[in-house]
Nanobody
Framework: VQLQASGGGLVQAGGSLRLSCTASRPTFSSYYMGWFRQAPGKEREFAAGISGDGGGTSYADSVKGRFTISRDNAKNMAYLQMNSLKNEDTAVYYC???????????????WGQGTQVTVSS
């Protein structure tokens, strides 16, 4: 599966962004999708995940209530709606696909190239 993330940019604190992830394969719906982020000098961390059928979602405590993950299997797309953005949300965001609904990056087989999100004060 090839993944391509897009939608990052510069936004003021309190603003919103919507990230998109395009998958190359029609078997997209069989994969659990995750959004991860990595800030400078920090490890890559799980932000949100969604089951193959979209019925189950999971969020890191740091983004719960502000971010919403979704997917459209007909379009082979996954999304991350980010609201009420904070300075600490600044990071490179990656989408990833895996077979199990776990949070550790090592469980994900396929990764997009990353998109930069910068939140300014």
């Amino acid at each position: 599966v090839q993944l391509q993330a897009s939608g990052g940019g510069l936004v003021q604190a309190g603003g919103s962004l919507r990230l998109s992830c395009t998958a190359s394969r029609p078997t997209f719906s069989s994969y659990y999708m995750g959004w991860f982020r990595q800030a400078p000098g920090k490890e890559r961390e799980f932000a949100a995940g969604i089951s193959g059928d979209g019925g189950g979602t999971s969020y890191a405590d740091s983004v719960k209530g502000r971010f919403t993950i979704s997917r459209d299997n007909a379009k082979n797309m996954a999304y991350l709606q980010m609201n009420s953005l904070k300075n600490e949300d600044t990071a490179v965001y990656y989408c990833a696909a895996g077979r199990v609904p776990l949070r550790a990056p090592r469980h994900y087989n396929y990764w997009g190239q990353g998109t930069q999100v910068t939140v300014s004060s």
